[in-house]
């Protein structure tokens, strides 16, 4: 047995400790936090029988489930219902309205409107168009005003509720041919008319030949769907070719790629998965991010 060591200047025993020299003194705690210490220890025996602590023995489900029978489960879903009785009288507001300016004329439904159709773009469309709806490659961005299938009130959210090549039986349905996938083209074909749709794009540069036998293939196999000058149409979703926006990318690479492969992005149909009200919440918030336009719109736009 080690003998007992007292400090010299404290004459207080130490605990045996030491390191590089320095010797840990063994002071008893302080009773504050002994008292302190004792109340916990007590106060977690009154939780364990009030409230739910003790998960149950091995071959049994559940747990204790305390005196006052308490549960966040519970809590948590009156809360909800709380709040969507809260919220009743506005999505029955939003419901009746039948237009974009019927909302903004209500100040209260209308911020109600951009709040709840901003939650639910966070939690259900930002994942594909980004937490401000700048968009990505092969994801629209939805603060131009730009759009494939018009950017009214009314088109977004008629989008919102049918998709985009979506499994809903009204879906919103476009598809480019693959044209080298699947033998359509040839490779130089296909860099002809790329060069030539650049062209249409104000790029310049291109080889005159290039871009005449370009100009013959976009007239043969592309001018049906986009339009002999190329503006795209809406009521196909045939993108505008002449805006220099494009969604697959614009370099020559990504342009040849994408005629090469055909794309074919897909938007879910939102009825069913949301409310009509929230719909209409998430077509007003996305209307009132810059792109949206008027409702009488204007000819040979497309893009989105």
């Not at 400790?17 to 302190?36: A, Q, V, Y």
């Not at 809590?75 to 029955?92: H, I, K």
């Not at 083209?185 to 005159?208: Q, W």
């Not at 805006?243 to 794309?263: M, V």
Request: hydrophobic fraction near 40%; charged fraction near 20%; charge should be negative.
């Amino acid at each position: 047995m080690s003998e007992k060591h007292i400090d010299q200047e404290t004459g207080t025993e130490t605990t045996g400790h030491e390191w590089d020299g320095i010797r840990e003194l063994d002071n008893p705690l302080p009773r504050w936090w002994l008292w302190i210490f004792y109340a916990s220890i007590a106060w977690s025996v009154v939780y364990w029988v009030l409230m739910p602590a003790w998960p149950a023995p091995p071959g049994m489900q559940g747990h204790t489930t305390g005196v006052v029978g308490n549960s966040e489960r519970v809590n948590v879903a009156n809360d909800l219902d709380a709040l969507q009785v809260s919220r009743s009288d506005f999505f029955t507001r939003l419901e009746a309205a039948d237009s974009y300016s019927a909302i903004e004329a209500d100040p209260a439904l209308f911020r109600f409107a951009l709040a709840a159709g901003e939650s639910t773009f966070g939690n259900f469309c930002s994942t594909c168009h980004g937490a401000g709806a700048q968009g990505f490659v092969g994801y629209p961005n939805l603060n131009d005003d730009v759009w494939l299938w018009g950017g009214s009130f009314d088109d977004i959210r008629h989008t919102l509720v049918v998709g985009i090549r979506s499994d809903h039986p009204e879906t919103r349905f476009s598809q480019m041919p693959a044209y080298g996938a699947d033998g359509l083209l040839s490779r130089e074909d296909i860099r002809h008319v790329r060069d030539y749709v650049l062209s249409l794009s104000g790029e310049t540069g291109f080889d005159a030949a290039a871009l005449e036998a370009g100009g013959a293939v976009f007239a043969s196999q592309c001018a049906t769907c986009h339009g002999a000058a190329g503006l795209g149409d809406r009521t196909q979703g045939a993108p505008n070719l002449t805006d220099a926006i494009w969604l697959y990318g614009g370099s020559p690479e990504e342009i040849e790629n994408t005629i090469w492969r055909g794309p074919y992005g897909v938007m879910p149909a939102w009825e069913g998965r949301l409310n009509d009200p929230t719909i209409t919440a998430v077509a007003t918030y996305v209307y009132s991010l810059g792109g949206g336009e008027a409702e009488v719109e204007t000819e040979g736009a497309a893009g989105e």
